[in-house]
């Protein structure tokens, strides 16, 4: 089993910057995907961001592609979330995720959640 817990949410305005951190905990594998996705009340959990823990190869969804960057510091289990010139659209719970099965944008190809922090943006 792997454990994900996440860090770094809080208020900010328009214009801003948080960085989001994940620490990876328990049995992790060779090679495997990290992911985070975000949810707004009422939405549906988006894609974020992606990348590979062995190789640092990384995807963006459109909408925060140039804004966030996705890194992973693999000596200390972490994943981190680089978010700059944040937008109200950006509020949501951002979540950190795990899948053994390659990093996807598709939330159901992940098998392992943390419990999500909240971010949220004020106009």
């Known amino acids: 089993q792997v454990q994900l817990a996440e860090s770094g949410g809080a208020l900010v305005q328009a214009g801003g910057s948080l960085r989001l951190s994940c620490a990876v905990s328990?049995?992790?594998?060779?090679?495997?995907?990290m992911g985070w996705f975000r949810q707004a009340p009422g939405k549906e959990r988006d894609f974020v961001a992606t990348?590979?823990?062995?190789?640092?190869?990384?995807s963006y969804a459109d909408s925060v592609k140039g804004r966030f960057t996705i890194d992973r510091e693999k000596a200390k289990n972490m994943v981190y979330l680089q978010m700059n010139n944040l937008k109200p659209e950006d509020t949501a719970v951002y979540y950190c995720?795990?899948?053994?099965?390659?990093?996807?944008?598709?939330?159901?190809?992940?098998?392992?959640w943390g419990q999500g922090t909240q971010v949220t943006v004020s106009s």
């Open positions: 990348i590979s823990w062995s190789f640092g190869s990384t």
């Open positions: 328990g049995r992790t594998f060779s090679r495997y995907g």
């Open positions: 995720a795990a899948t053994a099965w390659g990093a996807s944008d598709q939330s159901s190809r992940y098998q392992y």
